[in-house]
């Protein structure tokens, strides 16, 4: 069974960092797509970011574009996304995700991912 852990959230001022991870077990990981969404009170969730696992080809949403880095380490199975410049509207619980349906296109809607971790807690203070 699939199971997802994110790790790294917290309470963060305005400009500063976090470093989230995404931990994956369960089952082989190469051929998947591992996406990073997060979802604000009252508010649809939404994509942040997201990585093929076996090429390593990203996507981001463009609101985080030039901030968020995600990256992933294969022999650790794990994902992370690498948080800098946080702004208070970057306030979210953040899950990450993945989808199994192939790991040449990265789709960015939430509903086409067959997995997700638990979700982190991030807060950014003005």
């Known amino acids: 069974q699939v199971q997802l852990a994110e790790s790294g959230g917290g309470l963060v001022q305005a400009g500063g960092s976090l470093r989230l991870s995404c931990a994956a077990s369960g089952r082989t990981f190469s051929n998947c797509v591992m996406g990073w969404f997060r979802q604000a009170p009252g508010k649809e969730r939404e994509f942040v970011a997201a990585?093929?696992?076996?090429?390593?080809?990203?996507y981001y949403a463009e609101s985080v574009k030039g901030r968020f880095t995600i990256s992933r380490d294969n022999a650790k199975n794990t994902v992370y996304l690498q948080m800098n410049s946080l702004k208070p509207e970057d306030t979210a619980v953040y899950y990450c995700a993945a989808d199994f349906r192939t790991d040449q296109v990265i789709d960015a809607r939430w509903r086409k991912y067959d997995y997700w971790g638990q979700g982190t807690q991030v807060t950014v203070s003005s």
């Open positions: 990585i093929t696992w076996s090429a390593g080809r990203i």
